[in-house]
């Protein structure tokens, strides 16, 4: 019955990505521009410094005087500090620029997620539950900012700088840089071995950093069955556990760092004493210059800095790429209904031989058929698995029939647009979410533009405009996490006070009460009865009172209906509706 | 780290957030030690390699004639690839200790959070709000840990600045003296910006935290948002705190760019006035090339010194934070303790709460009806010790004279909020694994719950995602039920076990527990007319006071107001007379 919701393909990541490279190609290229200039001001210092050895050798031996060769270097250093405040300036330019340009578009992407989020489909929402979305917008998110922010951006700057720089050192001793290719293969080699294990071992090891954090707050959230069932000492051990198996992991990918780091740390130096005995070779022959091979060396000094960073960001970019398909996944998910053009010509609802399932071959619900009068309150009891969920799903219009038809007035329930199908037909389950804003937000999310009064007689229609007012800011106190706790009762009331302004002429009620201790369902009862006045009601119901008070009963087992009738029709058929009830008064 | 997790991980220090980090280090100052002292072998022999280079520049071909030279640089050269298999493996070892000493002290400070948290009981909900402090526990130790990971490479910077600057002094004295000088004023100033980036920081991360909230409270109602309506609302919400988060974000750029501005321009002029110095050095033949290229490698070193210690001290100011966060909850004491001079033990047998007059005799089942509902949970307290003012006594013995751990051993409080935790269904019923299939699966059928194990792939071994969100209501509570009941303890006192399950399955169960308990003490605090027929005795209490007891069907014929709040009949039928329908005037339509 649960569905988990989609993650993008590799082709859909790579179309996506190349959106954002065009939506936001621009800044993108002045960024870029501004990181190699300042990579370009970066690379001044090896470049005169071996010019300045040349000069000053050269001097020395050619005994020229100390004045002009001091000239000389004054004029030199004065074009280096030149070049490091350039550089200092551009870099800070260039950084600025990336940063904003990644805040833009990582709150472009949380943005459009939560879009999509927000728009997904009835049924898909009612089957996946939150905790995927929840995740997607929590962890996935945030992951995906570190990459965004600093991963993306590290990286390109990361490979211009290394471009620039191999580029700067062919250019300034073309025979010496040669050099450089000397690294390359333990680099490659070492990193292929490295990235060949490191992603499953990393993503291992966060998957038990998961678990020691879910197991920490399980701690916390739970405490109070840890402390009934005498569970302390069970729950430390749980902890030294998860803690010993992420140490494995940990250990695991520690092991494959210690090959991988001395492999690339000698493939940055072996080129600097290739360089060294090579130039010397070179210089001896005239065919470099000493300063030649200096700067050649400092730049390949040099280098180590952003091809570190290039190889320290692969990893990060491969958790990065996983969110980023989770959380652009979503645009994948199909939509559950396509709009007819038939108008509900009256408010009467009627399922004809409906048959359903969740999954092809496997169905929950055989043939059910069903005329409500307008007005009339039908109470759906039976064992749970039975199907009355489901058939409430199917009255209430989240998901359309395998089999047979739901229609409302003659018009099919899911070929209506969402917003006709919410003003006449709601679902109301045990599920009472209070959003973290003001009471009045709250209660107003069908009709946000609702008066003050309007707000406060919906309170008053299910019995909380008392406790409402009596709240530090009254309509206006911020109600949810963080804000005034409710309790079970009031978040209840609130949820029926949302349906009186939105004002549906039939309501499907799934348990509604259910989780409720029994006073607070006593309570609630009256407020449920007030809202219930003059609207078309299916109950599905645990208590037998809700179903003593409901005009007809449906009981559902099997996924067909085996009795339906009034209590009394009921009670005389001696069924199955008739021994429960009898049992609830004492005659079992 | 082969010692991880630490069999003790010790007391804490929560005296202050200085301390807690203090004593944590002086519990690992071994590895912190020769973490130190090969990460400054790692950095020196970096700091090195430019005189080594330096002298390899030297040997080079100053007289194209010199075969000398040639053996010279080779010399050299090989030293330059000496001292780059030393700092290749300095690397390693380095980073090798620097996770040794990060892990263990995450560890021992989650160590410490585990059993803390576990051992305390409701007294750290009861104090700490569920918020921020809670949700932050698990990334506190990182953040903590980091501070011992960076003191290695702070250790080790500073020793390599003052090697550097005596190298230099031997070349030049004033260029040595800008080294001293200079390095500890860069520091100052760079601190100087570090500060009012933090602070920035801290607020993005506010507003990012906030922005979390919006969003995840925004999915978590969705149903209700699909529902009903209202998503615009949310949506324009969130993105206008997102844009807000965007404008911070900007803001922390900022100076963020101006830190990274800042650490290239002030090495780069240390640089510069170290080439010019060292170049007219160079001229009047004071030094030689090799000695300024040197120079030159000196002064370009320094860069990463100098960026690890601002990292230090980044990483200093988190830890602080975390570790006074986490001192919050170490330092709430427990709730419930052993009172001086508990020794006593309990013959077992009666559960009985003088406060309300509640008997739950010996080897009986026994149901509580309250009136207020709500007194039931606050009795079932009493009856379970779970705070130090109850007056129950357990066989004749106030509970309160008995060790805690007696107490949760032998009488088993059941709540009705049925907390699950995540893991396999077979651990939701028997986390401790000391029932074998058997007696898992009987507990899971006496408490009606094998449906569940069709829900998930693998039967007993299937996974219970979310603490149990991905089950409805009635299953999470019939398998809390199922739990309590496969521990079979001698007293055991549920509340309200069956509100959430329906009219059908709650018959069931009732039944079955009666069997399943049978000879053992039971209070069950519920006014269900499908529960209470099961029951031995039923105790009707009301405002707090047990007013009648008996046998159900007694009190429903002898007690009309038990009998109206059972049922929730005033007009009750007498038992063989069918009640009539409360809206006979409807028509009713018959379908198949």
């Not at chain 2, 980091?146 to 600045?161: E, G």
């Not at chain 2, 990292?311 to 709430?332: F, H, S």
Request: charged share 20%.
């Amino acid at each position: 019955m649960r569905t988990t919701l989609p993650v993008a393909d590799r082709d859909h990541v790579l179309r996506d990505v190349r959106r954002l490279l065009r939506e936001h190609r621009d800044p993108g290229l002045r960024m870029l521009a501004l990181h190699a200039l300042a990579a370009v001001a970066g690379l001044t210092g090896p470049f005169l410094l071996g010019r300045l050895v040349d000069d000053v050798v050269g001097a020395v031996r050619d005994g020229t005087a100390f004045e002009v060769v001091a000239r000389r270097i004054d004029v030199a250093v004065a074009v280096l500090v030149a070049a490091v405040v350039a550089q200092a300036v551009l870099a800070r330019l260039a950084r600025k620029r990336s940063l904003v340009l990644a805040e833009g578009v990582f709150a472009q992407l949380r943005e459009e997620f939560l879009t999509r989020a927000t728009a997904l489909p009835l049924s898909v929402v009612e089957q996946a539950g939150t905790g995927d979305l929840v995740s997607r917008t929590t962890n996935d998110v945030d992951a995906l900012s570190y990459t965004v922010r600093y991963g993306a951006p590290a990286i390109l700057v990361a490979f211009v700088t290394s471009v620039l720089t191999v580029v700067a050192a062919v250019f300034s001793g073309p025979l010496v840089a040669l050099a450089i290719l000397a690294g390359f293969p333990g680099l490659f080699l070492a990193t292929r071995w490295y990235l060949r294990r490191a992603p499953q071992g990393y993503a291992a090891e966060r998957a038990e950093w998961g678990r020691i954090s879910t197991t920490l707050g399980e701690n916390v959230e739970n405490v109070r069955t840890v402390e009934a069932l005498g569970l302390a000492e069970h729950r430390v051990r749980l902890v030294d556990d998860v803690i010993g198996s992420t140490v494995r992991r940990e250990r695991y990918t520690l092991s494959l760092r210690t090959v991988w780091f001395p492999s690339i740390e000698m493939s940055y130096l072996v080129p600097v004493v290739v360089a060294l005995l090579w130039g010397g070779f070179l210089v001896r022959h005239d065919l470099q210059t000493i300063g030649q091979v200096t700067t050649v060396v400092l730049y390949l000094r040099q280098l180590v800095g952003p091809v570190n960073e290039l190889l320290a960001w692969w990893d990060e970019l491969q958790v990065g790429q996983a969110s980023f398909a989770r959380v652009v996944g979503l645009s994948a998910v199909e939509p559950d209904r396509t709009q007819l053009p038939a108008q509900p010509e009256s408010d009467v609802v009627h399922a004809d031989a409906v048959g359903f399932a969740y999954t092809p071959g496997r169905p929950v619900l055989h043939g059910v058929s069903l005329a409500l009068e307008p007005g009339e309150r039908l109470a759906v009891v039976g064992p749970t698995g039975a199907g009355k969920s489901t058939l409430g799903r199917l009255i209430a219009g989240i998901n359309a029939p395998t089999d047979g038809s739901v229609q409302v007035g003659g018009a099919e329930v899911t070929g209506l647009p969402l917003d006709e199908l919410r003003s006449r037909i709601a679902l109301v389950t045990q599920e009472r979410h209070v959003f973290a804003a003001s009471l009045r937000d709250n209660v107003a999310l069908a009709a946000p533009g609702s008066s003050q009064e309007q707000v406060l007689e919906a309170l008053a229609a299910v019995d909380a405009r008392e406790w409402v007012l009596a709240l530090p800011d009254g309509l206006d106190t911020a109600v949810g996490e963080n804000g005034v706790p409710l309790s079970a009762a009031q978040a209840q009331q609130v949820a029926l006070a949302r349906l009186v302004l939105a004002d549906p002429h039939t309501l499907v009620l799934d348990e509604a009460t259910s989780l409720l201790d029994p006073n607070a369902a006593r309570h609630l009862e009256r407020s449920l009865a007030a809202v219930l006045e003059g609207r078309t009601t299916v109950a599905i119901a645990h208590r037998l009172h809700t179903a003593h008070d409901a005009d007809r009963i449906a009981v559902v087992e099997g996924g067909r209906i085996t009795e339906l009738g009034t209590h009394a029709e009921l009670v005389h058929a001696g069924g199955s509706y008739a021994h429960l009830w009898r049992s609830w008064h004492g005659e079992g | 780290m082969r010692s991880l997790p630490l069999s003790d991980p010790g007391t804490p220090d929560v005296s202050s957030p200085t301390r807690f980090l203090l004593r944590t280090a002086a519990q690992q100052w071994r590895p912190m030690v020769a973490g130190s002292a090969i990460g400054t072998v790692w950095l020196l022999s970096q700091a090195v390699l430019p005189a080594a280079i330096g002298r390899a520049v030297d040997a080079g071909p100053d007289e194209p004639d010199g075969q000398g030279d040639a053996a010279a640089l080779t010399r050299w050269s090989l030293l330059v690839l000496a001292l780059a298999v030393v700092t290749a493996w300095a690397a390693i070892a380095r980073h090798r200790f620097g996770v040794t000493n990060w892990l263990t002290a995450c560890f021992r400070t989650l160590q410490q959070v585990g059993r803390h948290t576990a051992r305390a009981g409701t007294a750290v909900t009861a104090k700490l709000p569920q918020g921020e402090v809670l949700a932050s526990i698990a990334s506190d130790g990182p953040r903590l840990a980091d501070a011992f990971d960076v003191t290695q490479r702070a250790v080790a910077s500073v020793a390599a600045v003052v090697v550097v600057a005596v190298l230099v002094l031997r070349t030049s004295v004033p260029i040595g003296l800008v080294i001293l000088v200079g390095v500890p004023a860069v520091m100052a100033l760079l601190l100087l910006v570090l500060r009012p980036l933090q602070e920035r920081q801290r607020l993005h991360r506010k507003l990012s935290g906030e922005l979390t909230s919006i969003g995840t409270d925004t999915v978590r109602g969705l149903r209700i948002l699909r529902g009903i309506g209202g998503e615009e609302v949310f949506l324009d919400r969130y993105r206008a705190k997102s844009q807000q988060v965007r404008a911070a974000g900007v803001r922390v750029a900022t100076w963020e760019s101006a830190l990274e501005a800042l650490q290239i321009l002030v090495p780069g002029l240390l640089v510069a006035s170290l080439v010019w110095a060292g170049a007219r050095a160079t001229a009047r033949g004071d030094v030689t090339a090799g000695e300024l290229v040197a120079l030159y490698g000196y002064a370009a070193f320094l860069t990463s010194p100098l960026r690890m210690l601002v990292e230090a001290a980044d990483k200093y100011v988190r830890a602080l934070v975390a570790a006074r966060r986490l001192i919050t909850l170490l330092e709430v004491p427990a709730s419930v303790v052993d009172r001086p001079g508990t020794a006593a033990t309990s013959p077992g047998g009666t559960l009985t709460d003088p406060e309300s007059g509640v008997t739950a005799a010996a080897g009986r089942l026994t149901a509580v009806v309250c009136d207020p509902p709500e007194d039931a949970a606050v009795l079932a307290r009493r009856l379970a010790r779970f705070d130090d003012d109850t007056r129950a006594t357990f066989g004749g013995v106030p509970l309160r004279d008995l060790p805690v751990a007696e107490v949760r051993a032998r009488v088993l409080l059941a709540e009705d909020d049925a907390q699950l935790f995540s893991g396999t269904i077979r651990e939701q019923v028997d986390p401790e694994r000391v029932h074998d299939d058997a007696e898992v699966l009987a507990a899971l059928e006496v408490a009606d719950a094998r449906d569940v194990l069709d829900l998930v792939d693998g039967g007993l071994a299937g996974t219970v995602t979310e603490r149990g969100r991905s089950l409805s209501g009635g299953q999470r509570q019939r398998l809390a039920l199922a739990r309590v009941l496969a521990r079979d303890p001698e007293a055991l006192v549920l509340v309200e076990p069956t509100s959430a399950v329906d009219a059908h399955t709650e018959a069931r169960i009732a039944g079955r527990l009666r069997r399943a308990r049978a000879g053992r003490t039971t209070v069950v605090a519920t006014a269900s007319p499908l529960v209470l027929p099961e029951v031995d005795d039923v105790c009707w209490v009301r405002d707090g006071r047990v007013v009648a007891t008996g046998r159900h069907a007694d009190l429903l014929a002898t007690d009309p107001g038990y009998r109206v709040f059972v049922t929730r009949d005033a007009a009750a039928p007498a038992p063989d007379t069918v009640p009539a329908p409360r809206t006979p005037d409807r028509t009713v339509k018959e379908h198949p």
